[in-house]
């Protein structure tokens, strides 16, 4: 969403109304009337950007002076508390004034270069994509290029006018801010308290263009996350094409091709998201092992595992993803046309063979446990899924917190894995199971998360659970820390067991 003002056009429609409604503001009785010794604040711009920032300083105590080049146009958009008139007359009174329009427009502002001396002028503005390769210097770092008397702040610029609008909602309270000079940034940090955000040190003015190409990120911690799972999909689904479509055309002469939209797709949801559970507990088990290998918590991990346990939630949440889709096509399987088909040939095959009662218990209690278990797995990861929700995830302390994604999320994977193991049940000896002499899909599967289970079954072994936890409270195996101290003729080594 743009943080400065479109150029004036006459547009229609549902174009014609702002981004604010007039009756939320007009209602909103905290809104109306500002004291008049609160600390004013002035806005340059007058877009969907503008109109939300002055109602929510407004709703925070500020008094607001907008400055338009229309001012008779767009009063009418903004809180009655706050003022709008012309530029000239916006910049006279405030000290600390927001910037919000395009870069293109920061030039039209010189001709304030007088009023603007010593002001503090907060940048909002975010470049395009293309915009932010093109220019070596962040718009914060133009605009106080060109006003050389005013000290430049870049902020709120990671903050959408609907958030500004609505109030800040957990994951988007912070506000990094940017800026030369400490006491500017003082100034805008506390206004961002005020407004209910939180503002985050980013240094230097020279780290705006760090801030500015924040927006311009698209889910950057899901990046390896969603190709590892595609990439399961495409293997399993490819996998499951030549074991459930292909053998049996070419050896069987079975056109079963109507498979490959939801029957070969649901073959390969669920171990998609059986793997992805079990790589998000892998990298723990392989942290404890070069930690106990290693005798010390004060070593790094290697870069790649040290990326493997910050995207665990990302895999976490991927894996339930394909739990649910696999849920929902389960469902969608008996409306399928050629279900019915197989269900009348069914009913045909047992006339003709004089069979009044088809009953076979084993295969009752094993479709009875395999579903008991599936839905259990998946309620699980449903818990496992909301609790990672930021605002489910501050309500609770880090005990809480541990226990459901460390605890819960391993019996999610036991339970996953008697799930698969009793779809399979003795399908893994069955030499007819074995298409292009390729084991069974499931069995495939098994292999990740039987490791977990195993290593996580030592590591609560007593002789090595006290290791680990040693380990982890600061105890080193080679705790000999060797250092000297200068006295009055040498140097005397001294050790200091730790």
Request: net charge positive; proline share 6%; charged share 20%.
């Amino acid at each position: 969403m743009s943080h400065q003002p479109a150029v004036a056009t006459k547009m229609s429609g549902e174009m014609d109304k702002p981004l604010i409604s007039l009756h939320l503001v007009d209602s909103d009785s905290s809104l109306a009337k500002v004291p008049d010794e609160a600390p004013k604040v002035g806005i340059l711009g007058s877009g969907d950007f503008a109109r939300s920032l002055a109602t929510r300083l407004v709703g925070s105590g500020f008094k607001v002076v907008v400055g338009s080049r229309n001012p008779k146009r767009t009063a009418g958009l903004f809180p009655s508390a706050a003022q709008v008139t012309f530029q000239e007359e916006a910049v006279s009174s405030p000290e600390v004034i927001f910037v919000a329009v395009f870069r293109e427009h920061y030039a039209s502002l010189c001709s304030l270069s007088e009023q603007l001396v010593g002001k503090i002028l907060v940048d909002v503005s975010n470049p395009t994509e293309q915009e932010h390769l093109q220019h070596r210097e962040s718009n914060a770092e133009y605009l106080a290029s060109l006003f050389p008397t005013c000290t430049v702040v870049k902020a709120f610029n990671v903050i959408s006018a609907w958030t500004l609008q609505a109030g800040p909602r957990d994951g988007n309270r912070q506000v990094p801010i940017c800026s030369d000079q400490p006491e500017a940034k003082r100034a805008v940090s506390e206004m961002a308290l005020a407004m209910g955000f939180m503002p985050v040190d980013m240094g230097s003015l020279t780290s705006a263009r760090e801030v500015e190409a924040m927006p311009l990120r698209l889910l950057p911690a899901w990046k390896v996350p969603t190709l590892l799972a595609l990439g399961l999909f495409v293997c399993f689904y490819a996998y499951n094409f030549v074991r459930d479509v292909l053998q049996p055309y070419m050896q069987e002469s079975q056109n079963k091709f109507f498979k490959l939209p939801v029957s070969v797709v649901n073959t390969t949801l669920p171990c998609v998201a059986y793997v992805l559970l079990s790589l998000v507990y892998l990298p723990g088990v392989l942290a404890a092992a070069l930690q106990l290998q290693r005798g010390t918590k004060y070593q790094r991990f290697p870069d790649w595992l040290d990326h493997w346990l910050q995207h665990r939630k990302q895999i976490g949440l991927l894996s339930f993803f394909c739990a649910a889709l696999h849920a929902l096509y389960s469902f969608c399987l008996p409306l399928r046309r050629a279900h019915r088909y197989d269900l009348v040939n069914l009913a045909v095959k047992q006339v003709l063979a004089n069979k009044s009662h088809l009953w076979v218990e084993e295969e009752v209690w094993r479709m009875e446990i395999y579903l008991s278990l599936g839905v259990l797995a998946l309620g699980t990861l449903s818990l496992l899924a909301v609790t990672s929700l930021p605002s489910i995830a501050n309500s609770l302390n880090w005990r809480e917190f541990s226990f459901v994604q460390s605890s819960l999320g391993f019996v999610a994977l036991v339970l996953s894995t008697l799930h698969t193991l009793t779809y399979g049940w003795t399908r893994a000896f069955e030499e007819s199971r074995y298409k292009f002499y390729l084991p069974p899909t499931f069995t495939l599967t098994l292999l990740v998360p039987c490791v977990v289970i195993l290593a996580k079954a030592l590591f609560l072994l007593p002789c090595i659970s006290r290791r680990l936890t040693r380990i982890r409270r600061g105890w080193e195996r080679d705790g000999a820390i060797k250092f000297t101290l200068p006295t009055d003729h040498a140097l005397a080594e001294k050790t200091s067991h730790v």
